[in-house]
């Protein structure tokens, strides 16, 4: 099945700066590539997500860029504010056409 | 107004308890999913119904039984309770499968 990979577990950056997490994946026909943003007691909210036919996405401060070759994608997220604090998982829809999310990475925005 | 609401927020019972979660979505999506977030986060589907039928099913204690009355609903069933099925259960939907997900906020399971 597939498996995703997701790094770093935690990040911490100064406001404004930029952030990027990564991911890889194992299944090669996986096609779809969401990322979730989870606030504390609240449910994942999607916020991006790529499809293999596309290398690059952007919504305003958001961005993700994905390597099928290598079976990496990242979310780049630009100008970072106190409310981007939050658990952001990534994840990866393959032949079993089913979600399999990566680990989460914890990013805090230090004011 | 809530797209994907789910009752109970929280369930606090003893083991060996049987106890009900319900789901309800309002975005009249064809696809909904069940998914148990551990204590690490680990986000890790368990069940997916499209058109009310069952269209996945991991390797799941089978004391977990979902049901799916109609396309917009989506409850699940867990009886005989154990201490490792305390974590956070979420309900998600979409337009069919390999689609954007919507999720709920969540019920916290906890088992005394």
């Known amino acids: 099945g597939e498996n995703v990979e997701q790094h770093p577990s935690t990040l911490s950056v100064q406001e404004g700066d930029s952030a990027v997490i990564k991911c890889t994946y194992s299944?090669?026909?996986?096609?779809?590539f969401p990322w979730y943003k989870q606030e504390l007691g609240k449910g994942p909210q999607l916020i991006i997500d790529i499809r293999s036919n596309v290398g690059e996405k952007k919504d305003q401060r958001i961005a993700v860029t994905l390597n099928k070759t290598a079976k990496h994608f990242s979310l780049h997220i630009t100008e970072t504010q106190p409310e981007d604090s939050a658990v952001y998982f990534c994840a990866a829809a393959g032949s079993a056409r089913q979600l399999t999310f990566g680990s989460g990475t914890q990013l805090t925005v230090l004011p | 107004d809530t797209a994907v609401s789910q009752t109970p927020k929280y369930l606090v019972t003893q083991m060996g308890n049987d106890k009900s979660i319900k789901c309800e979505q309002n975005?009249?999506?064809?696809?909904m999913y069940w998914y148990k977030q551990d204590s690490k986060k680990f986000l890790k589907i368990m069940f997916s119904y499209n058109n009310k039928e069952l269209i996945i099913n991991e390797t799941v204690p089978n004391r977990f039984s979902p049901k799916s009355p109609d396309k917009a609903h989506l409850n699940l069933h867990i009886n005989s309770l154990e201490l490792g099925d305390s974590a956070v259960y979420f309900c998600?939907?979409?337009?069919?499968?390999?689609?954007?997900?919507?999720f709920g906020d969540g019920t916290r399971l906890s088992i005394l």
């Open positions: 299944d090669s026909a996986s096609n779809y």
């Open positions: 975005l009249g999506h064809d696809t």
């Open positions: 998600a939907s979409s337009q069919g499968q390999v689609q954007p997900q919507h």
